[in-house]
C-alpha cells in the first residue's frame, strides 16, 4: 500500500476507510475520498494503536491495520488463554480459530505459541473497489483461516507485482478459473476471490455452497484459480495507481486515443498490450484485423502486441496452464451477460453440454464469437490446442468498468457456472 493521507483518492483509501469501520472507529463511507472525517478516525486509530496520530497513514499505521485489511489476528499465547476464550474476545467461534490452526493441540497450549485468530467478518469485501494490495491480503486472509487453500505465485507483472494463483479441492477433475485480464473488467476479481472464500468456508464448517455438498466439490476436484491477471492494469483503472513513471507513461499511451476515457477506458497491461490478444490461436489474424482499426501500437486496449506472449502476464499464464493441464477453463470478462464457447469450427467435446448448463444456470445467452474479435485470446488458445472446454464468461451488463453495486447480483448469477464447471456439469 502505498501511503495515504488528506488528499489522497481511490480504491486503497476505500481499503482503509474499510478497515477503519472494522476496527471500530467508524462510521466512514466507504468513498475513497481521504476528507476530514477519514483524517479524524484514522488520528484516533494511531492513538489507540501507540502510533503518531499525524493522520498519515504509511509503513507503520498499514502494519497496525494489517488484521482490518486481512481479516485475522497473529495472537501469541499467554498465561490463561484457552482457543475458547481467545474465539469469544476477538468475536469469533473455536471452530473457525481451530480450523485456521490445524497442527494445534488445543489441550497443549505453550506460552509463546502463535495462533491464528479469525475476525468476525467475511475476507473478501464486496462494497469497494479493487487494487492489487487488496488482492494480497484478501488472500493472505483466505489461506490463513484456510490453510487447506494453497497459494502460489506463477509469475511477475510488468511492474514486478506477484501474479498469484489459488488452489482448493483434493480431486482429480482439474479445472483453471481465471479472472481480470482486462484492466477495466476488475470486478470479475472479487467475483472469483468471494468464490474461494465461500467454497473454503463451505469446505470448513461441513456446508453447502449453491446447493452441493462441498466435501463433493473438494473430492471430486481440484479448482485452481488466479483472480488477477493484469494487476498493474486494475491499479491504474481504480486509481490505486501511484502518480509516476508507469502512469505518466499510461496517460502518454491513452493520449493518441481521446476517445477512449481515462483510465476508466483502459483494458490492456501497463505498457499497452492487449493481454487476451496475446495468445497464439490466429495471432497473425487477430494482428492484421487490430491493425486495420487502428491499433498498430501500445494503447489502451486492442493492440496485439509485438509477437505472441510478448507480455509477461499472458505468458506466465501460458506457463501456468500447460503445468496445469486443467479439463476445463473459465474466464472472467465483463460485460454482455454472454457465454462464449467455441474457437473457430472447434467444439470440444461436451463442450455445448456444459455451455448449455452454465446458460441455464445464470441466465446468460450462449453466443459465437463476431470474427473480428474471434483471435488470439486466452480460450481460444486453450480450445485449439487441448481440444478441451473453455469459457468467456461476460458477466454483468452496463458499461466497463462495473460498478460493485452490480457485485451481488453478477456472483449470484455466476455461482453455479463456478460450481457446475469444477464437478464439469
Ligand atoms: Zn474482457
Known amino acids: 500500500m502505498k501511503i495515504l493521507k488528506y488528499g489522497s483518492r481511490g480504491a486503497e483509501v476505500q481499503l482503509l476507510q474499510l478497515a477503519l469501520n472494522r476496527a471500530g472507529f467508524g462510521p466512514l463511507e466507504t468513498d475513497g475520498i481521504f476528507g476530514t472525517v477519514t483524517a479524524s478516525a484514522l488520528r484516533r486509530f494511531q492513538s489507540a494503536n501507540g502510533l503518531a496520530p499525524d493522520a498519515i497513514a504509511g509503513r507503520l499505521t498499514h502494519a497496525a491495520l494489517y488484521p482490518w485489511y486481512t481479516g485475522y489476528v497473529n495472537h501469541t499465547i499467554r498465561a490463561g488463554d484457552t482457543l475458547y476464550r481467545l474465539a469469544e474476545r476477538y468475536g469469533t467461534s473455536l471452530r473457525a480459530v481451530i480450523t485456521a490452526n490445524p497442527g494445534l493441540d488445543p489441550t497443549k497450549l505453550q506460552i509463546g505459541d502463535k495462533v491464528v485468530v479469525p475476525l468476525p467478518f467475511p475476507v473478501v469485501p464486496t462494497n469497494i473497489d479493487w487494487s492489487s494490495s487488496l488482492v494480497g491480503y484478501t488472500v493472505r486472509g483466505i489461506t490463513a483461516r484456510y490453510p487447506f487453500v494453497s497459494d502460489s505465485e506463477y509469475g511477475r507483472s510488468v511492474m514486478g507485482k506477484p501474479l498469484r494463483y489459488l488452489g482448493l479441492g483434493n480431486g482429480s477433475n482439474t479445472v483453471f478459473y481465471n479472472a481480470e485480464h482486462h484492466a477495466n473488467e476488475w470486478i470479475t476479481t472479487p467475483v472469483l476471490m468471494k468464490f474461494i472464500e465461500e467454497l473454503a468456508r463451505a469446505y470448513a464448517f461441513g456446508g453447502r455452497i449453491y446447493d452441493m455438498n462441498a466435501s ?210
Not at 476445463?328 to 472447434?346: A, M
Open 216 to 425: 463433493e466439490i473438494f473430492e471430486k476436484s481440484r479448482i485452481y484459480i488466479a483472480p488477477a491477471v493484469n494487476p498493474d492494469g486494475m491499479d491504474l483503472v481504480t486509481g490505486a495507481l501511484p502518480y509516476g513513471e508507469y502512469y505518466a507513461r499510461a496517460m502518454e499511451i491513452a493520449s493518441d486515443y481521446p476517445e477512449i476515457p481515462f483510465p476508466s477506458g483502459w483494458k490492456a497491461n501497463i505498457y499497452g498490450t492487449d493481454l487476451n490478444l496475446q495468445y497464439p490461436a490466429g495471432w497473425e489474424e487477430a494482428r492484421r484485423i487490430k491493425f486495420a482499426q487502428g491499433f498498430t501500437g501500445p494503447a489502451p486496449r486492442d493492440y496485439v502486441g509485438t509477437a505472441p506472449l510478448s507480455a509477461p502476464e499472458s505468458l506466465a499464464i501460458y506457463d501456468l496452464t500447460i503445468r496445469l493441464d486443467p479439463a476445463l477453463t473459465l474466464s472472467y470478462h465483463t460485460q454482455g451477460r454472454i457465454i462464449y464457447w467455441k474457437y473457430q469450427n472447434f467444439m470440444p467435446p461436451r463442450s455445448l453440454e456444459f455451455a448449455e448448463c452454465f446458460a441455464m444456470s445464470s441466465g446468460y445467452a450462449l453466443e459465437e464469437t463476431p470474427y473480428a474479435s474471434g483471435f488470439a485470446g486466452y480460450k481460444d488458445w486453450f480450445i485449439e490446442t487441448y481440444n478441451r472446454p473453455g469459457y468467456t464468461i461476460e458477466c454483468g451488463l452496463g458499461e466497463n468498468p462495473l460498478p460493485m453495486s452490480q457485485f451481488d447480483e453478477i456472483y449470484r448469477e455466476n455461482i453455479g457456472i463456478l460450481v457446475l464447471a469444477a464437478l464439469s456439469c
